[in-house]
């Protein structure tokens, strides 16, 4: 994954990655690719989600 994605890049390419899954204008090949970057982005979310309420626990137990 990309050193510099941040997680509001990764949530604007989800919803570009929605978009063009919902026009049903792509391959099916195509298709299979952009639903397998979906997942590594929603996992890359995900994670970052759960950094982040890590951190805001321990500050808030300061």
Sequence with gaps: MDKELTYEKAVERLEEI???LEKNEITLDESI???DEGIK???FC???LENAKQKIT???KD
Excluded: C, H, R, V
């Design 18 to 20: 929605l978009s063009l």
């Design 46 to 48: 995900s994670e970052k």
């Design 41 to 43: 982005l929603t996992a």
């Design 33 to 35: 690719n952009l639903f």
């Design 58 to 60: 321990e500050i808030s």
